[in-house]
């Protein structure tokens, strides 16, 4: 089962990647409202790097399966680190460490149950307040991050099977990306023009809920 997990993990990268290919040029003119316009590009670049090194890495843990397991966790980590090297940009350096973290806190040897899961997507959203200090308001990723992480944990422990778990978290999250349309930049490089920017939703909080959304199958399948 896990090194099933880690080419799963691999997959989780790769959906990732079709899906801000697609929404690049969005993020973009969202991107361009207050902030400087790259975030389509970063994320473009971030992803594809870290696809490039998840598959190297699932290549090295199959090689090395026999005496050491599976690899998840090193497939995320190496795309995180890949990610953050290559995107540019302060959402890049906030993925990059947060999927490591998610992949240290999977581990390499067995499949994650919800719970295991569960930690892995606190440890995620953990590392991005951490090192970028925003708070929920402050019209960043945060805003769809957290409530994602909160809404899967909760239906975890209430016995939600993970699949379904994590859709119900991505539905909030991407209404959460969507309402942050209201709030004024607290943080970040859209902050001298946060007034242009209220009505148009965070670009960092809509791709993350968008990318959040098309892995899920691959880490609950
Ligand atoms: P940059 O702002 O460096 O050009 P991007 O355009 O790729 O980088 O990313 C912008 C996004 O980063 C914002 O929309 C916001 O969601 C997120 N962001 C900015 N600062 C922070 C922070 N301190 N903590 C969390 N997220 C942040
Ligand atoms: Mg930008
Ligand atoms: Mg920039």
């Not at 005496?67 to 497939?75: I, K, L, P, T």
């Not at 995320?76 to 993925?95: E, F, P, R």
Request: glycine share 14%; charged share 20%.
């Amino acid at each position: 089962a896990s090194r099933a997990y880690a080419a799963a993990c691999a997959a989780a990268i790769g959906a990732a990647r079709t899906s801000l290919h697609d929404a690049e040029e969005r993020l973009g003119r969202l991107d361009a409202i207050a902030g400087d316009g790259d975030h389509g590009r970063g994320m473009v670049r971030g992803v594809d790097a870290a696809a490039e090194a998840a598959a190297a890495a699932l290549e090295q843990a199959a090689a090395a399966a026999l005496e050491q397991g599976a690899g998840a966790g090193d497939v995320l980590a190496a795309a995180g680190d890949a990610w953050a090297d290559k995107a540019g940009g302060t959402s890049g350096v906030l993925w990059g460490a947060a999927l490591r973290a998610f992949g240290e806190t999977l581990g390499n040897s067995t499949a994650p149950g919800a719970p295991g899961l569960a930690a892995g997507v606190a440890a995620f959203a953990d590392r991005i307040v951490q090192l970028g200090k925003a708070e929920t308001g402050d019209k960043t990723m945060v805003d769809a991050l957290l409530p994602f992480a909160t809404a899967f944990s909760r239906a975890v422990a209430e016995g939600v099977e993970p699949g379904r778990a994590w859709q119900e978290a991505a539905q909030e999250s991407a209404a959460a990306a969507e309402a942050t349309a209201d709030l004024l930049p607290l943080k970040g490089r859209a902050r001298p023009l946060a007034e242009k920017s209220l009505g148009t939703p965070d670009p960092g909080a809509t791709s993350l809920a968008m990318v959040f959304a098309v892995m899920g199958p691959h880490f609950t399948g």
